[in-house]
């Protein structure tokens, strides 16, 4: 793992800051990879393209991502100079009808992990599935040659609330997930997909090693925007230590 990575998450204190799976527009992705290296991000997260990888190389000496649901898009992604690659998220796919399911997941890992024995891998586990069984695909990825597991959920999510309440309706899949499989595995967890200032703390409390979030910066139509709004995330994970986690 890439050493700046390991550090965070040491330290509980991984942002990831994501582009987009499907996002393959230069301008769009420049704008948040600059946002997150301003603001203070750990790494960003990236469609798995190689001009994309190249492009963000140029940009930041932050470790950077590629996110795909085919394997043999990692490949080039890789040898254009990616640090860590993610099957997944699988948000994107869900308003076209596209279902994951936990067999494809494990499928795709095992494959992937054939054609790229040693990158580090983060696998997402598909909220779509109960959380018993988002808590056996995790282990069963793990096994698989996962070395980070990634939760989601915010686009199964309908908050009835405005204001905080409503923001933490919003993150609860998410965290729910990540409470449960950190306490069965034993590589680091991800939270991410519907969280804001207001849950990343809690999805640390809740046993995550790092966060990841990108509507909430990505969908912002300025820079001044979006790195505050990194920054403000930066700020909320700086309130929770792994000091004031023990009991």
Do not use: W
């Not at 969908?219 to 009991?247: F, G, H, I, K």
């Amino acid at each position: 793992m890439h050493p700046t990575l390991q550090k965070a998450f040491d330290q509980s204190q991984v942002l990831k800051v994501i582009s987009g799976l499907n996002n393959f527009d230069a301008k769009s992705v420049a704008a948040t990879v600059k946002a997150a290296d301003r603001g203070g991000a750990t790494f960003v997260d990236i469609a798995a393209d190689p001009d994309l990888v190249r492009l963000v190389r140029q940009l930041t000496n932050m470790p950077i991502c590629v996110s795909a649901v085919e394997s043999a898009q990692f490949v080039t992604a890789v040898e254009a100079g990616a640090d860590l690659i993610e099957i997944g998220n699988f948000d994107s796919f869900y308003a076209q009808g596209k279902r994951f399911e936990a067999e494809e997941v494990l499928a795709l890992t095992y494959e992937t992990r054939a054609l790229l024995p040693h990158i580090t891998l983060s696998v997402t586990v598909p909220h779509i599935l109960t959380l018993d069984r988002q808590v056996q695909l995790a282990e069963d990825l793990v096994q698989a040659g996962a070395d980070i597991i990634q939760t989601e959920g915010g686009t199964s999510s309908s908050p009835r609330s405005a204001g905080t309440l409503g923001l933490i309706e919003k993150a609860s899949p998410t965290l729910a997930a990540a409470y449960e499989i950190s306490r069965a595995v034993s590589v680091p967890v991800m939270c991410a997909s519907g969280l804001s200032n207001v849950t990343v703390p809690m999805a640390i409390a809740a046993g995550a090693k790092g966060v990841g979030v990108g509507s909430a910066i990505n969908q912002l139509d300025n820079e001044v925007a979006m790195v505050a709004a990194v920054r403000s995330l930066v700020e909320a994970l700086a309130t929770v230590s792994p000091r004031s986690l023990q009991v």
